[in-house]
């Protein structure tokens, strides 16, 4: 299976920002998903992705972002995911339009 690690790194101002670091593909991606679920505040209104530490996503790993934003929607939560202009995983969210359903920002600030 391939590493990685979700971790919760701060609540403020209702916002839970939540890193995602290492690789996210087939063989690990329910497992991701369910640690983001499982981290992911009910009481927060936004939940931002850090994606920054995160090197490799595919495309069950873009469908985790979709579903997870879909779910949020219906809680009245919204997703925003943080990826640096120079990330790997920039051109791929871009091909499958995902900066229009999601927003994305390059920095937390």
Same mark, same amino acid.
């Given at each position: ?5 979700? *971790?919760? *790194? ?9 890193? =995602?670091?290492? !690789?996210?593909?087939?063989? +690990?991606? &329910? !497992? *991701?998903? #369910?640690? &983001? +679920?499982?981290?992911?505040?009910? #009481? ?5 992705? #850090? /994606?920054?530490?995160?090197?490799? =996503?595919? %495309?069950?790993?873009?469908? &985790?972002?979709? @579903?997870?934003? !879909?779910?949020? +929607?219906?809680?009245?939560?919204? =997703?925003?995911? *943080?990826?640096?202009?120079? %990330?790997?995983? @920039?051109?791929? /969210? !871009? =091909?499958?339009? /995902? ?11």
């Amino acid at each position: 299976m391939t590493e990685y690690e979700v *971790v919760s *790194v701060r609540t403020t101002d209702d916002v839970q920002v939540v890193r =995602l670091c290492g !690789e996210v593909d087939l063989t +690990n991606a &329910i !497992e *991701v998903r #369910d640690a &983001i +679920n499982d981290i992911a505040s009910p #009481d927060a209104t936004t939940i931002t992705i #850090d /994606l920054t530490p995160t090197t490799y =996503l595919d %495309s069950s790993g873009i469908a &985790i972002l979709f @579903h997870l934003a !879909e779910r949020l +929607n219906d809680r009245r939560q919204q =997703l925003r995911l *943080v990826v640096p202009p120079n %990330s790997p995983l @920039h051109t791929a /969210l !871009e =091909l499958t339009n /995902l900066p229009r359903t999601i927003p994305v920002q390059p920095t937390l600030d």
